[in-house]
T-cell receptor, first 116, second 109 residues
Framework: GAGVSQTPSNKVTEKGKYVELRCDPI?????LYWYRQSLGQGPEFLIY????????DSGLPNDRFFAVRPEGSVSTLKIQRTERGDSAVYLC??????????????FGPGTRLLVL | KQEVTQIPAALSVPEGENLVLNCSFT??????LQWFRQDPGKGLTSLLL?????REQTSGRLNASLDKSSGRSTLYIAASQPGDSATYLC????????FGAGTILRVKS
């Protein structure tokens, strides 16, 4: 596709439920990133994939959060037992190469998650 | 731990003014620094990327500078227009992007 796409664009769920957020990166981009943005803040890094493997998952806040990228393209961020504090915009980005190659990251429009 | 601070938090200017947004970071071991624009309810659009070996980048009415040793960057916007109204985010790249909280810019017509 022309850019990074994310689905759904909005998700409302109840506390304790399980949610999955999907990211389709730009075709051919090997690096994929997930960020979380709370109101009035900049995005916070969650996890970075290089190909199929998670190269850095140091930003995941706890073990309720998990992400996969089984074929090195589409990625899914999974949140178990959601809490109201998980409410935020979840952003996905992709780039052609690893961060060391100083390539810009292209961001999707985000998924707005609201946990009631 | 890298920390990024942006000043001011919000800025309102009349159309046509030149303006400067500031960004500072605590760890100078970065690959690059990027400035992004974010419109309400939208994702981020990359404006300028300055590699760690560079001192500035220009694109149209935008000019960004980088002083790694002092941990500072500025984004200069010339002849501001109402369409420039948005949130501007600075981010530094080590192995991951670390963002500031942003500057909310409003350009009044």
């Amino acid at each position: 596709g022309a850019g990074v796409s994310q689905t759904p664009s909005n998700k409302v769920t109840e506390k304790g439920k399980y949610v999955e957020l999907r990211c389709d990166p730009i075709s051919g981009h090997t690096a994929l990133y997930w960020y979380r943005q709370s109101l009035g803040q900049g995005p916070e890094f969650l996890i970075y994939f290089q190909g199929t493997g998670a190269a850095d998952d140091s930003g995941l806040p706890n073990d309720r959060f998990f992400a996969v990228r089984p074929e090195g393209s589409v990625s899914t961020l999974k949140i178990q037992r959601t809490e109201r504090g998980d409410s935020a915009v979840y952003l996905c980005a992709s780039s052609q190469k690893t961060p060391q190659y100083q390539e810009t990251q292209y961001f999707g429009p985000g998924t707005r998650l609201l946990v009631l | 731990k890298q920390e990024v601070t942006q000043i001011p938090a919000a800025l309102s200017v009349p159309e046509g003014e030149n303006l400067v947004l500031n960004c500072s970071f605590t760890d100078s071991a970065i690959y690059n620094l990027q400035w992004f624009r974010q419109d309400p309810g939208k994702g981020l659009t990359s404006l300028l990327l300055i590699q760690s070996s560079q001192r500035e980048q220009t694109s149209g009415r935008l000019n960004a500078s980088l002083d790694k040793s002092s941990g500072r960057s500025t984004l200069y916007i010339a002849a501001s227009q109402p369409g420039d109204s948005a949130t501007y985010l600075c981010a530094v790249s080590g192995n991951k992007l670390v963002f500031g909280a942003g500057t909310i810019l409003r350009v009044k017509s």
